[in-house]
């Protein structure tokens, strides 16, 4: 289970705390109530017309945000791909 908080691995733990952040796993990231942020979208467009073009920081932006799911929906597979460019 991942922390919805923190988005931490929560292995073997049977507490309905995070064992990192401490907050309680059964509360919803306040990021997830399903509202669209239309500033995090328009960051996220950004950053990935900019990584496409090659620009490095951007890249690694775009790895951010895909890790976040700022802007977009959460995707680790894309994030260490953008970490790793």
């Given at each position: ?25 059964s ?12 500033e ?46």
């Open positions: 289970m991942l922390c919805p908080h923190c988005h931490r691995e929560q292995k073997d733990n049977a507490q309905k705390v995070c064992i990192f952040c401490k907050k309680n796993l509360l919803p990231h306040p990021a997830d109530d399903g509202v669209i942020d239309s995090a979208v328009t960051k996220f467009k950004t950053a990935k017309a900019k990584a496409s073009g090659g620009d490095a920081l951007e890249q690694y932006r775009l790895g951010l945000l895909y890790y976040q799911g700022s802007g977009c929906e959460r995707n680790l597979n894309q994030a260490v791909r953008f970490f790793e460019i």
